[in-house]
């Protein structure tokens, strides 16, 4: 997931930009989406931003719950690569795992681990734009630690807004 919509109104460092009204509604709505598709991680991956830890806080406004959380400073200013690495070290117990961080890693996360098919219009909107707030759903294959040979299934993409 990215994170939701940031505030660039204060003049911050960019890892302590809050989130904007927008950011903080699309979150909520995250939230509620994950609620009502059933989107239950055993595992939280946070990067450290401001931003970031705030689109987990409305996400569990609006009813994402998971425990535990870790804020991970590696997930700040990673590349999709450093990501995958993330990733591949999730221990085998956790089924599901929710990964928030930023553009461009997200996206180019999602480009390494699964099966491109323009025809898909997942994969479409996907390619278009990967905006804030966006969530892919991605199911893989095997254990995390084989994770990146794009044989993952892309199985949805939304944009929740609030």
């Not at 055993?42 to 425990?67: F, I, K, N, P, Y």
């Not at 997930?75 to 995958?84: P, R, T």
């Not at 966006?134 to 254990?143: D, K, S, W």
Request: charged share 30%.
């Amino acid at each position: 997931m990215r994170h939701s919509k940031s505030s660039w109104k204060d003049n911050l460092p960019d890892h302590e930009r809050p989130l904007a009204g927008r950011g903080r509604r699309d979150g909520k709505a995250a939230g509620e989406l994950f609620e009502r598709i059933g989107v239950r991680p055993d595992l939280v991956l946070c990067s450290t931003s401001t931003r970031t830890r705030q689109t987990w806080d409305r996400l569990q406004l609006g009813g994402a719950r998971v425990e535990p959380v870790e804020y991970r400073p590696d997930v700040y200013h990673a590349a999709g690569a450093d990501l995958l690495g993330i990733v591949r070290d999730t221990p085998d117990e956790v089924r599901t795992l929710l990964l928030i961080s930023h553009w461009p890693a997200v996206q180019e996360l999602v480009e390494l681990l699964a099966t491109p098919d323009p025809t898909d219009e997942n994969w479409r909107s996907l390619s278009e734009k990967f905006p804030t707030s966006a969530l892919a759903i991605v199911q893989l294959p095997g254990q995390w630690a084989d994770a990146g040979k794009r044989d993952a299934d892309l199985l949805a993409f939304h944009v929740p807004r609030g």
